[in-house]
């Protein structure tokens, strides 16, 4: 079975059936739309990609962090399936369905967030954060946003807004909305004040205070401070947990909303359900999507009751929000990683993975940083540990001759110069370390070790 197998390469890649449906795309599909692998997909299940030339891949990206569950799970499957028998889209606004309540409540039962809680279902990731600043906005009734250097939050037009890197990002599509403000990460690798972690005091959450509110927005305008607990695609950079209780603190002080993206770090994959189960404090309102529902879209923002409630009927949703398609396979995704303890399983990674990502530091000066929690890890390349002078083209280099022999996986980060790790969390040990092996072999090959 495909779940069970070893990658396999039998053509050259791409195989002479993608190259025929590469030349459709080309024809038909915006250069705009960015491609990895291109390889095209006969089937897919748990961490294995099959492609339409029989070349069997190891997948380590999982749909950018959407198949936590893994390719196919029978059981999401079959759920699916029984949903699809019933009703596809009754339209919440128009029929009830149970399924949206049903996931609500389950959302709201295990969402880290204090007190009485609601949960409003959209479709993609972006949706959410835009319906976390709506929600935010009329809340507090203040206008202005803080986001953070490094940030991912979409491509509509206020994520883009409250999005950081420039390119490819929002280059020359501007003006984008008005209203945020941005503050600098606390990546410690590359502190942006040039200070240690050790014997920095939290400069950068003093600076808060002592500046940012100062020179560049009163903090009683803000609304929101929205926060991913770990940069996704930012460079997997994992703030210190007294920067998020400094976080905390001020935005009590100042009744500003708390929120945390959770969509890349959601469902399990860092080792706890979400990556703010680890924070001290608690947020005001985590927003969620991909792997929720094991590849189907759909994407959820849970909020305090008080917060959800100062919107009316009509003011928030739209026609697909909460689909019971996606909404049933959701159910089932949460039944299974509870009842099988994928916290579990991505902590198991975590430990394989960084065991060997030290190793392989040891034996490459290019890898200048490794860091993680559970199965969210990466590795960042530099030409000189010194300078930190980031190393984009071996970096391109070595995820090229990965997918050139069945090992697909995925870059992050401002600068382009780290690999990220977002493999299901249903890898079996061999895949997982025949995928390390090819990337132990491509860094060699890369840096002619
Ligand atoms: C942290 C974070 N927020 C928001 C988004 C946007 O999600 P979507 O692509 O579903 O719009 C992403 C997507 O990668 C993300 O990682």
């Known amino acids: 079975m495909l779940r069970d197998s070893l990658p396999k390469i039998v053509t050259e890649v791409p195989g002479p059936k993608s190259q025929e449906l590469l030349k459709v795309r080309k024809n038909n599909v915006p250069d705009g739309v960015s491609m990895l692998a291109p390889v095209f997909v006969e089937k897919a299940e748990g961490a294995m990609v099959q492609d339409v030339d029989g070349n069997i891949f190891i997948d380590f990206v999982a749909g950018i962090g959407v198949l936590n ?14 949903q699809c028998d019933k009703y596809f889209a009754p339209n919440i606004n128009v029929f009830n369905y149970e399924q949206y ?12 967030i204090e007190g009485e809680k609601k949960t409003l279902l959209v479709n993609t990731g972006a949706e959410a954060d835009e319906n976390a600043v709506k929600l935010a906005r009329r809340y507090t009734g203040r206008s ?34 008005s209203g945020v403000h941005r503050f600098p990460f606390p990546y410690c690798y590359r502190c942006p004040y040039g200070l240690e972690k050790q014997t920095c005091g939290l400069h950068c959450a003093k600076m808060f205070e002592e500046s940012f509110f100062l020179e560049y927005v009163a903090p009683d305008q803000v609304a929101a401070i929205i926060l991913e607990p770990i940069l996704g695609e930012g460079g997997f950079v994992i703030p210190p947990d007294e920067f998020v209780t400094a976080l905390r603190n001020m935005c009590d002080k100042y009744g500003i909303v708390l ?28 927003v969620s999507a991909k792997s929720v529902a094991g590849g189907i879209p759909i994407a959820c923002v849970t909020a305090k ?68 929690k559970g199965a969210m890890m990466a590795l960042e390349f530099v030409k000189d540990r010194t300078t930190k002078e980031p190393a984009k083209d071996e970096t391109k280099a070595i995820i090229q001759e990965c997918w050139k022999n069945g090992l697909v996986i995925l870059g992050a980060g ?35 070790k």
């Not at 953070?148 to 599509?173: C, D, E, I, Q, W």
């Not at 990337?439 to 890369?446: E, F």
């Open 69 to 82: 569950i893994g390719h196919t799970h029978p059981e999401v499957v079959e759920a699916v399936k029984a």
């Open 144 to 177: 202005e946003i803080i986001a953070f250097a490094g940030a991912f939050h979409g491509r509509s037009y206020m994520t883009m807004a409250l999005t950081s890197k420039v390119k490819p990002y929002k280059f020359n599509f501007g003006p984008l909305p």
């Open 259 to 286: 929120i945390a993206d959770e969509i890349q770090t959601g469902y399990a994959r860092t080792g706890k359900m979400f990556a703010c189960n680890y924070w001290a404090v608690k947020p005001d309102m985590v």
């Open 305 to 372: 009751a008080e917060i959800m409630n100062s919107v009316t009927a009509g003011e928030i949703g739209g026609t697909y929000c909460g689909n019971p398609l996606a909404s049933a396979s959701a159910l089932k995704v949460l039944e299974i990683m509870e009842r099988d303890h994928y916290p579990e399983k991505a902590k198991h990674i975590g430990e394989i993975c960084m065991r060997r990502f030290y190793e392989m530091q040891q034996k490459y000066e290019i890898i200048g940083n490794v860091r993680g």
């Open 414 to 448: 401002v600068r382009d110069n780290n690999i990220r790790f977002l493999m299901p969390l249903v890898i079996t040990d061999d895949q997982l370390n025949a995928g390390l092996d090819i990337l132990d072999k491509a860094i060699a090959k890369v840096t002619q």
């Open 101 to 112: 309540p049903k996931l609500a409540e389950k959302l709201n039962q295990i969402m880290p």
